[in-house]
């Protein structure tokens, strides 16, 4: 039997204790501007509930692994915990709390009835069999499946999870119950009460928060996208739908550049057959990192935390900044941006789409109903758009950037939803 460590970086602080670090830092901020009490500062800096659980792997050739998995409920002030569950072999219980507060923000500000979560086991999935994936995945939900349901908390898909993955939590779940469970995770196959237009969602609110927040024709606009993931690649597509000319994307095996703007369906295509955009023949190759500092109009950070640091951040040229993936600026590389003029489309704002309809498809499941992909999409760019111009009224009336805006809208929700509740016994 093996036990397999995540791999450490050298650093004295990890990226999952920097995420959280970020995290915090917002959160004091809005705090501070709220004028919230430290009481209840304390109660909104700290999670509800932490899990972390060992998770035993049998392999097909026989070995026993054991990896580390989390599920982190971070407030359910104002309903059920919501979030996503990460495989990914950096993930560490920091980087799971910090994902949970951003999601109790983004469920606030967005206006529907969650408190955050989020889940994760530290692995690579893709040095995983099918089979192996499914054993795990199982496995970690077995551990931690007092703490999920559908009116308890409800898990969704995030980096290296997939609706295959929901399909095995759902029914790991409903196999304990007796009885199937739907409405227990989110981002489900179609066949199993999927909603329609979850797959696309975070990316099309990616494209509705971008196209709020250019306020002029997106005809030629240039973009880059790092990640081509679930979220980056429909993001990149349905931007250059809009008329966008994405100049450039990444994954983790490299980057591609065409100046005159990428086929991005072809691009999709390519990526999906071989597993990478690297290699893509209609393009030039980018050193990964590059990708950051193009000079393009927009640009859309679609992979992890921390890719934006003091470091890089003096070098990135694009005006606007799109946070498709959670915490991809830190708070020092937040202020360089922001004093070099670029506009930072927050995460809980610019990837809330994810969310927004993953409680649609909650509420479907819960009425046993369907709603047809049209009904979707209007929801999804209403709750958008709402929040989007709250965010920037108040930003604009206060002298805030998007970010403290947008947190001092969420974390207020929350503040007042403990208000209103008061405190048991
Ligand atoms: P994913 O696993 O589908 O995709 C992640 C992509 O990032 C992959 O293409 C990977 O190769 C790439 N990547 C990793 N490191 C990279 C690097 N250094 N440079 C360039 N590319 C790199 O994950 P996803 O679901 O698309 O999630 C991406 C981000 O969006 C995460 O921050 C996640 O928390 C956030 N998010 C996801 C959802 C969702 O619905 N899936 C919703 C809201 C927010």
Not at 62 to 71: A, E, I
Not at 232 to 252: F, H, M, R, W
Not at 338 to 359: E, Q
Request: glycine content about 12%; overall charge negative.
């Amino acid at each position: 039997m093996s036990i397999m460590v995540p791999s450490k970086t050298p650093a004295l602080i990890t990226p999952g204790q920097q995420a959280l670090d970020s995290a915090l830092h917002q959160l004091h901020q809005a705090a501070e501007h709220l004028g919230l009490d430290g009481g209840l500062r304390t109660v909104l800096a700290t999670p509800r509930r932490s899990l972390t659980v060992s998770v035993p792997v049998r392999r097909e050739d026989g070995r026993l692994d054991v990896v580390q998995g989390f599920r982190v409920q971070h407030n359910v002030s104002r309903g059920p915990a919501k979030g996503g569950i990460r495989f990914h072999p950096g993930t560490d219980i920091h980087e799971v709390t910090a994902l949970a507060m951003w999601m109790t923000w983004k469920c606030a500000l967005v206006g529907i009835p969650y408190g955050g979560a989020k889940g994760g086991v530290a692995v690579d999935p893709a040095t995983l069999t099918v089979v192996e994936q499914e054993r795990l995945t199982r496995r970690y939900v077995n551990e931690i499946l007092p703490l999920i349901g559908p009116e308890k908390d409800i898990p969704a898909p995030d980096v290296g999870t997939d609706e295959q993955t929901m399909a095995w939590i759902m029914d790991t779940y409903s196999v304990s119950a007796g009885y199937s469970v739907p409405g227990v995770v989110t981002g489900k196959p179609m066949t199993l009460g999927g909603s329609l237009g979850r797959a696309g969602a975070t990316s099309r609110g990616v494209q509705i928060a971008t196209l709020a927040a250019l306020g002029r024709s997106p005809e030629g606009v240039s973009v880059a996208v790092q990640g081509f993931g679930k979220v980056g690649a429909l993001a990149a597509q349905y931007l250059a739908d809009a008329g966008c000319k994405v100049v450039a994307v990444s994954d983790v095996g490299g980057a591609v550049y065409a100046s005159g703007g990428l086929d991005v369906s072809r691009l999709r295509a390519f990526a999906a057959e071989h597993g990478t955009v690297r290699g893509y023949p209609h393009a030039d190759e980018l050193p990964l990192d590059d990708l950051l500092e193009l000079d393009v109009d927009v640009l859309v950070p679609a992979a992890l935390e921390g890719a934006i640091t003091e470091a890089n951040a003096p070098r990135v040229r694009a005006r606007l900044i799109v946070e498709g993936a959670n915490g991809p600026l830190t708070p020092e590389a937040d202020e360089i941006v922001n004093a070099n003029g670029a506009t930072v489309v927050p995460d809980i704002l610019a990837n809330a789409g994810g969310v927004i309809v993953s409680y649609l498809e909650w509420v479907q499941n819960m009425q046993a109903y369907s709603w047809s992909s049209g009904e979707v999409e209007v929801k999804l760019r209403d709750l958008m758009e709402n929040a989007f111009a709250e965010v920037r009224s108040l930003a604009g009336a206060r002298g805030l950037t998007l970010r403290q805006a947008a947190h001092v809208i969420g974390v207020g929700r929350v503040a007042e939803a403990h208000q209103m509740r008061g405190l048991y016994p």
